[in-house]
Protein backbone atom coordinates (compact mmCIF):
# COMPACT_ATOMS: atom_id res chain seq x y z
CA UNK A 1 0.00 0.00 0.00
CA UNK A 2 1.55 3.47 -0.67
CA UNK A 3 2.43 5.01 2.44
CA UNK A 4 -0.17 8.60 2.16
CA UNK A 5 -2.63 6.00 0.83
CA UNK A 6 -5.97 8.05 2.02
CA UNK A 7 -3.97 10.90 2.98
CA UNK A 8 -5.04 14.81 1.82
CA UNK A 9 -2.28 17.16 1.24
CA UNK A 10 -2.88 21.00 0.08
CA UNK A 11 0.46 22.28 -1.26
CA UNK A 12 0.24 26.03 -2.18
CA UNK A 13 2.16 27.82 -4.90
CA UNK A 14 1.69 24.07 -6.79
CA UNK A 15 1.38 25.53 -10.33
CA UNK A 16 5.21 25.54 -11.04
CA UNK A 17 8.73 25.14 -9.53
CA UNK A 18 9.60 23.32 -6.21
CA UNK A 19 5.14 23.37 -5.08
CA UNK A 20 4.80 21.65 -8.51
CA UNK A 21 7.32 19.16 -7.81
CA UNK A 22 6.37 18.32 -4.06
CA UNK A 23 2.61 18.26 -5.37
CA UNK A 24 3.68 15.41 -8.44
CA UNK A 25 6.06 13.88 -5.36
CA UNK A 26 2.76 13.51 -2.64
CA UNK A 27 0.68 12.51 -5.23
CA UNK A 28 3.30 9.57 -6.24
CA UNK A 29 3.02 8.32 -2.66
CA UNK A 30 -0.88 7.75 -2.64
CA UNK A 31 -1.83 11.07 -1.19
CA UNK A 32 -5.15 13.09 -2.21
CA UNK A 33 -3.49 15.87 -3.38
CA UNK A 34 -4.99 19.42 -2.93
CA UNK A 35 -3.31 21.91 -5.67
CA UNK A 36 -3.69 25.71 -4.99
CA UNK A 37 -2.41 28.75 -7.17
CA UNK A 38 -3.92 31.32 -8.99
CA UNK A 39 -3.27 30.07 -12.58
CA UNK A 40 -5.83 27.24 -12.74
CA UNK A 41 -4.47 26.44 -16.63
CA UNK A 42 -0.99 25.16 -14.64
CA UNK A 43 -2.61 23.73 -12.02
CA UNK A 44 -4.64 21.58 -14.46
CA UNK A 45 -1.25 20.62 -15.99
CA UNK A 46 -0.10 19.08 -12.59
CA UNK A 47 -3.22 17.21 -11.64
CA UNK A 48 -3.29 15.77 -14.74
CA UNK A 49 -0.05 14.37 -14.25
CA UNK A 50 -0.82 12.99 -11.37
CA UNK A 51 -3.68 11.70 -12.19
CA UNK A 52 -2.00 10.11 -15.30
CA UNK A 53 0.74 8.63 -13.33
CA UNK A 54 -2.18 7.02 -11.65
CA UNK A 55 -2.62 9.56 -8.33
CA UNK A 56 -5.25 11.93 -7.23
CA UNK A 57 -5.54 15.42 -7.17
CA UNK A 58 -7.76 18.20 -7.43
CA UNK A 59 -7.56 21.91 -8.69
CA UNK A 60 -8.29 24.57 -5.84
CA UNK A 61 -7.36 28.23 -7.24
CA UNK A 62 -6.74 30.40 -4.34
CA UNK A 63 -4.90 33.82 -4.49
CA UNK A 64 -2.84 33.80 -1.20
CA UNK A 65 -3.23 37.37 -0.49
CA UNK A 66 -7.01 37.30 -0.19
CA UNK A 67 -8.04 36.59 3.52
CA UNK A 68 -11.28 36.13 2.60
CA UNK A 69 -10.33 33.26 -0.54
CA UNK A 70 -8.24 31.29 2.12
CA UNK A 71 -11.19 31.32 4.33
CA UNK A 72 -13.30 30.23 1.66
CA UNK A 73 -10.33 27.47 0.59
CA UNK A 74 -10.19 26.00 4.30
CA UNK A 75 -13.99 25.62 4.27
CA UNK A 76 -14.17 24.04 1.28
CA UNK A 77 -11.64 21.37 2.19
CA UNK A 78 -12.95 20.72 5.25
CA UNK A 79 -16.75 20.86 3.40
CA UNK A 80 -15.26 18.52 0.84
CA UNK A 81 -12.66 15.98 2.47
CA UNK A 82 -13.28 16.35 5.89
CA UNK A 83 -9.81 16.65 6.71
CA UNK A 84 -6.29 17.71 6.29
CA UNK A 85 -2.92 15.14 6.92
CA UNK A 86 -0.66 17.43 5.17
CA UNK A 87 -0.03 21.32 4.53
CA UNK A 88 2.87 22.51 2.26
CA UNK A 89 3.03 25.93 2.33
CA UNK A 90 5.49 26.49 -0.64
CA UNK A 91 4.14 29.54 -2.39
CA UNK A 92 6.53 32.46 -2.63
CA UNK A 93 7.37 35.62 -4.00
CA UNK A 94 10.55 38.05 -4.26
CA UNK A 95 10.88 41.57 -4.92
CA UNK A 96 13.37 42.99 -7.71
CA UNK A 97 16.67 43.36 -6.14
CA UNK A 98 16.63 47.02 -4.65
CA UNK A 99 17.89 48.50 -1.46
CA UNK A 100 14.89 48.78 1.28
CA UNK A 101 14.91 52.22 1.05
CA UNK A 102 13.69 52.14 -2.33
CA UNK A 103 10.95 49.38 -2.02
CA UNK A 104 7.38 50.69 -2.29
CA UNK A 105 4.83 49.99 0.84
CA UNK A 106 2.73 48.21 -1.46
CA UNK A 107 5.77 45.97 -2.59
CA UNK A 108 6.31 45.38 1.01
CA UNK A 109 2.70 44.58 1.93
CA UNK A 110 2.06 42.21 -1.14
CA UNK A 111 5.37 40.14 -0.39
CA UNK A 112 4.65 40.08 3.54
CA UNK A 113 0.76 38.77 2.56
CA UNK A 114 2.05 36.26 0.14
CA UNK A 115 4.93 34.95 2.04
CA UNK A 116 4.44 35.09 5.96
CA UNK A 117 -0.25 36.34 6.45
CA UNK A 118 -0.72 33.15 3.72
CA UNK A 119 1.32 30.46 5.65
CA UNK A 120 -0.24 32.16 9.32
CA UNK A 121 -3.85 32.10 7.19
CA UNK A 122 -4.13 28.61 5.45
CA UNK A 123 -3.11 27.24 9.25
CA UNK A 124 -5.43 29.10 11.20
CA UNK A 125 -7.96 27.19 8.10
CA UNK A 126 -6.69 23.70 8.50
CA UNK A 127 -4.98 23.44 11.86
CA UNK A 128 -8.10 22.90 13.53
CA UNK A 129 -8.97 19.74 11.11
CA UNK A 130 -5.55 18.52 12.05
CA UNK A 131 -6.19 18.88 15.66
CA UNK A 132 -9.34 17.31 15.79
CA UNK A 133 -7.75 14.44 13.88
CA UNK A 134 -4.84 14.46 16.16
CA UNK A 135 -2.16 14.09 13.63
CA UNK A 136 -1.27 16.32 11.02
CA UNK A 137 2.50 17.38 8.77
CA UNK A 138 2.75 21.05 8.31
CA UNK A 139 5.72 22.11 6.06
CA UNK A 140 6.79 25.70 5.34
CA UNK A 141 8.95 26.23 2.93
CA UNK A 142 11.40 28.88 3.52
CA UNK A 143 14.89 30.03 2.76
CA UNK A 144 18.17 30.18 3.65
CA UNK A 145 17.83 34.00 3.04
CA UNK A 146 15.63 33.49 6.72
CA UNK A 147 18.75 32.97 8.35
CA UNK A 148 21.70 35.26 6.49
CA UNK A 149 21.58 38.74 5.42
CA UNK A 150 20.80 39.54 1.66
CA UNK A 151 21.30 43.03 0.51
CA UNK A 152 18.81 44.45 -1.69
CA UNK A 153 16.61 41.88 -0.67
CA UNK A 154 15.75 42.48 2.76
CA UNK A 155 12.20 42.45 2.64
CA UNK A 156 12.38 39.20 1.29
CA UNK A 157 15.18 37.86 4.23
CA UNK A 158 12.75 39.73 6.74
CA UNK A 159 9.63 37.26 5.85
CA UNK A 160 11.57 34.27 5.31
CA UNK A 161 12.88 35.49 9.60
CA UNK A 162 9.58 35.74 9.87
CA UNK A 163 8.47 32.51 8.76
CA UNK A 164 11.12 30.74 10.86
CA UNK A 165 10.04 32.42 13.79
CA UNK A 166 6.40 31.75 13.24
CA UNK A 167 7.26 27.65 12.25
CA UNK A 168 9.08 27.46 16.04
CA UNK A 169 6.41 29.15 17.52
CA UNK A 170 3.91 27.35 16.13
CA UNK A 171 5.58 23.43 15.92
CA UNK A 172 5.40 24.16 19.94
CA UNK A 173 1.93 24.85 19.98
CA UNK A 174 1.05 21.96 17.75
CA UNK A 175 3.25 18.96 18.56
CA UNK A 176 0.80 17.87 22.02
CA UNK A 177 -1.52 17.03 19.41
CA UNK A 178 1.39 14.82 17.06
CA UNK A 179 1.36 17.84 14.68
CA UNK A 180 4.46 18.01 13.31
CA UNK A 181 5.38 21.69 11.91
CA UNK A 182 9.09 21.72 10.01
CA UNK A 183 10.62 24.35 8.01
CA UNK A 184 12.85 23.76 4.93
CA UNK A 185 15.35 26.71 4.08
CA UNK A 186 16.63 25.64 0.91
CA UNK A 187 19.73 27.83 -0.98
CA UNK A 188 19.30 28.83 -4.86
CA UNK A 189 16.72 26.38 -6.48
CA UNK A 190 16.63 25.86 -10.11
CA UNK A 191 12.89 27.04 -11.36
CA UNK A 192 11.67 30.86 -12.63
CA UNK A 193 12.11 32.47 -8.44
CA UNK A 194 13.28 35.92 -8.46
CA UNK A 195 15.77 36.87 -10.95
CA UNK A 196 16.20 34.83 -13.67
CA UNK A 197 19.22 36.82 -14.76
CA UNK A 198 21.71 36.27 -11.86
CA UNK A 199 24.43 34.75 -13.63
CA UNK A 200 24.06 31.27 -11.80
CA UNK A 201 24.84 27.85 -13.17
CA UNK A 202 21.13 25.91 -12.99
CA UNK A 203 22.66 22.65 -13.34
CA UNK A 204 24.78 23.46 -10.19
CA UNK A 205 21.66 24.50 -8.61
CA UNK A 206 19.37 22.62 -6.14
CA UNK A 207 16.40 20.86 -8.20
CA UNK A 208 12.70 21.16 -7.24
CA UNK A 209 12.90 17.72 -7.01
CA UNK A 210 15.61 17.91 -4.31
CA UNK A 211 13.11 19.30 -1.95
CA UNK A 212 10.44 17.34 -2.84
CA UNK A 213 12.51 14.65 -1.62
CA UNK A 214 13.26 16.15 1.98
CA UNK A 215 9.42 16.67 2.26
CA UNK A 216 8.69 12.80 1.40
CA UNK A 217 11.37 11.96 4.35
CA UNK A 218 9.39 14.62 6.68
CA UNK A 219 5.83 13.11 5.78
CA UNK A 220 7.47 9.19 5.93
CA UNK A 221 8.87 9.57 9.53
CA UNK A 222 8.22 7.32 12.25
CA UNK A 223 5.52 8.84 14.30
CA UNK A 224 7.56 9.43 17.24
CA UNK A 225 10.65 11.24 14.82
CA UNK A 226 10.20 14.92 14.65
CA UNK A 227 12.13 16.80 11.86
CA UNK A 228 11.59 19.85 12.58
CA UNK A 229 14.24 22.28 10.40
CA UNK A 230 16.14 21.15 7.41
CA UNK A 231 18.84 23.28 5.52
CA UNK A 232 19.57 22.59 1.86
CA UNK A 233 22.23 24.08 0.26
CA UNK A 234 23.67 23.29 -3.51
CA UNK A 235 27.01 21.41 -2.92
CA UNK A 236 29.17 23.25 -5.56
CA UNK A 237 28.58 27.09 -5.32
CA UNK A 238 26.33 27.90 -8.72
N1 LIG B 1 13.92 29.29 -6.19
C1 LIG B 1 14.79 29.53 -5.22
O1 LIG B 1 15.98 29.80 -5.46
C2 LIG B 1 14.33 29.45 -3.79
C3 LIG B 1 15.31 29.36 -2.77
C4 LIG B 1 14.90 29.26 -1.45
C5 LIG B 1 13.55 29.25 -1.14
N2 LIG B 1 12.63 29.35 -2.14
C6 LIG B 1 11.21 29.35 -1.76
O2 LIG B 1 10.58 28.23 -2.36
C7 LIG B 1 9.19 28.51 -2.58
C8 LIG B 1 8.81 28.14 -3.99
O3 LIG B 1 9.59 28.88 -4.88
P1 LIG B 1 9.76 28.52 -6.42
O4 LIG B 1 11.20 28.67 -6.73
O5 LIG B 1 9.06 27.26 -6.75
O6 LIG B 1 8.99 29.78 -7.08
P2 LIG B 1 8.10 29.92 -8.41
O7 LIG B 1 8.56 28.97 -9.46
O8 LIG B 1 8.06 31.37 -8.71
O9 LIG B 1 6.64 29.43 -7.91
C9 LIG B 1 5.92 30.19 -6.97
C10 LIG B 1 4.53 29.59 -6.79
O10 LIG B 1 3.81 30.41 -5.86
C11 LIG B 1 2.53 30.72 -6.42
N3 LIG B 1 2.07 32.03 -5.94
C12 LIG B 1 2.76 33.21 -5.97
N4 LIG B 1 1.96 34.21 -5.51
C13 LIG B 1 0.77 33.65 -5.19
C14 LIG B 1 -0.46 34.14 -4.68
N5 LIG B 1 -0.65 35.45 -4.43
N6 LIG B 1 -1.46 33.27 -4.47
C15 LIG B 1 -1.32 31.96 -4.75
N7 LIG B 1 -0.18 31.43 -5.22
C16 LIG B 1 0.84 32.26 -5.44
C17 LIG B 1 2.77 30.71 -7.94
O11 LIG B 1 1.59 30.41 -8.67
P3 LIG B 1 0.66 31.54 -9.37
O12 LIG B 1 1.59 32.59 -9.92
O13 LIG B 1 -0.10 30.78 -10.40
O14 LIG B 1 -0.24 32.04 -8.29
C18 LIG B 1 3.74 29.53 -8.07
O15 LIG B 1 3.02 28.31 -8.15
C19 LIG B 1 9.00 29.99 -2.23
O16 LIG B 1 8.47 30.11 -0.93
C20 LIG B 1 10.42 30.54 -2.25
O17 LIG B 1 10.56 31.65 -1.39
C21 LIG B 1 12.98 29.45 -3.45
Given at each position: MPPLQSQIAL??????GVGAAIALRL????????LTARDTERL???RDQIQN??????VLPCDLTDPAAIARLGEQVSRDFHRCDI????AGIALPSAPLHEVAPEDWDRLFATNLRAPYLMIRALA???IAARSGHIINISSLAGRNPLPNNAAYAASKWGLNGLTYSVAEELRQYNIRVCAIAPGSINTKFGDPSSGKDPNKKLQPEDVAA????????APQSFISEVLMRPTQKP
Open positions: VTGAARGSLGAHVLNDVAGGHATLVNNPLMVVESIVTQ
